[in-house]
């Protein structure tokens, strides 16, 4: 037997009432509750002359429009595909759904449907058929690439009337420099409301990313989180993850790592302008192995960081003399944490006590 969360008693006529005084006119003391972002939604909605009666066509785009979008999504369908078959796998039994869809809400891929013979189901899972706000007004997938953040939409929260008999949790979906290149949507038709589908709608995007990531090339990749956090498996999607380039520019990087760091624009970003060590330093770590070398941040704060490079390759020689004087101050403030403790630093750096000696200007004993 099916067990259910069910929203609360007064979810649908709050949302009723919503639509009441934003959609038709029913004025009242106060605006009943409502998300801003789906307030934003209907407004663009009656902006541009919609009405929440009209019918609504799920129309394809066309076939050249068609191309580009799937040739210019081959990577990111590729990315996607393996996430996408092991979220049907977990979703199985609630009636939900999965679609991925490009920047502008055009449907790239369909994940495993569920038994049930719905035309609502027919009309929005067709590689090509345009979900975007302009064209089916407001969902998650129009929510979600106009918010640029995760959303949760139930029934009538949907500006169509048409459209009131979806619920979805939907995600933005962003490349190794920061653009949103479209989104993951987990729809239901005629199904309760399941809020904590948001949590697997954000852990899907971030598996994606992290694969477009490591399809990235690269010469170093790093696997970061604050110290004590790093997970013990190489490759988890819980962490950050940043790509480097042989002169040591962070090329690439995931959410959690822009959250981390601070990242701002698409980069690139000089790896020693973030870490208060010098890039080769990065690069040295990856000879430990699994081992997470602690590195400052020049915030103040320290992260945890796991190396990885690709082949062989490792930073120009021209990067490293400009990077003296930050590789310096990275030791000293590492003995200066260790009070003093010239083994406790050189453990923490993953380098010898020798070269901790070499650079303070002492001899070792």
């Known amino acids: 037997m099916e067990t259910s969360v069910r929203p609360a008693p007064d979810r649908a006529g709050a949302i009723a009432l919503a639509r009441g005084h934003w959609l038709h006119g029913t004025q009242g003391r106060h605006a009943p509750p409502i998300e801003p972002w789906i307030t934003r939604s209907w407004q663009r909605c009656l902006a541009a002359g919609r009405q929440p009666g009209e019918r609504v066509q799920f129309e394809p785009v066309s076939a050249p429009r068609l191309r580009q979008a799937t040739d210019g999504s081959r990577q990111l369908v590729e990315a996607a595909r393996p996430v996408m078959d092991r979220l049907s796998r977990a979703i199985a039994a609630t009636r939900y759904f999965a679609l991925l869809t490009d920047a502008q809400g055009m449907v790239l891929e369909v994940g495993t449907l569920p038994a049930q013979d719905e035309r609502a189901i027919a009309d929005i899972a067709r590689v090509g058929v345009d979900l975007s ?126 959250q981390l760091l601070g990242l701002q ?91 901790v000696y070499r650079k303070l200007g002492r001899r070792g004993g």
């Open 133 to 258: 706000e302009r064209a089916v007004g407001t969902t998650a997938i129009g929510a979600a690439l106009a918010e640029q953040a995760p959303v949760w939409l139930h029934r009538g929260e949907h500006f169509f009337d048409d459209t009131s008999v979806y619920t979805c949790a939907g995600a933005p979906l962003f490349d190794p420099q920061g653009r949103c290149i479209g989104m993951l949507d987990l729809t239901g038709v005629q199904v309760d409301e399941r809020p904590e589908l948001q949590h697997l709608a954000r852990h899907a995007v971030q598996a994606i990313g992290n694969r477009l990531l490591r399809a990235q090339p690269h010469a170093l990749l790093l696997q970061l989180n604050w110290p004590g956090c790093l997970a013990p498996v190489e490759g988890a999607d819980g962490d950050g993850l940043l790509a480097l380039d042989v002169d040591g520019r962070i090329t690439g990087a995931n959410a959690l790592a822009r």
């Open 265 to 355: 624009g698409t980069g690139p970003w000089p790896a020693d302008e973030v870490f208060a060590a010098p890039a080769h330093l990065l690069f040295d770590a990856a000879g430990r192995g699994p081992t997470p070398l602690e590195v400052p941040l020049w915030s103040g704060l320290r992260t945890q960081v796991r190396a990885t490079r690709s082949g062989s390759i490792g930073p120009r020689a021209a990067a490293r003399p400009r990077l003296k004087e930050a590789q310096n101050a990275w030791i000293r403030q590492a003995v200066d944490e260790a009070q003093g403790n010239v083994a406790e630093a050189a453990r923490l750096l993953g380098v010898s006590r020798a070269t």
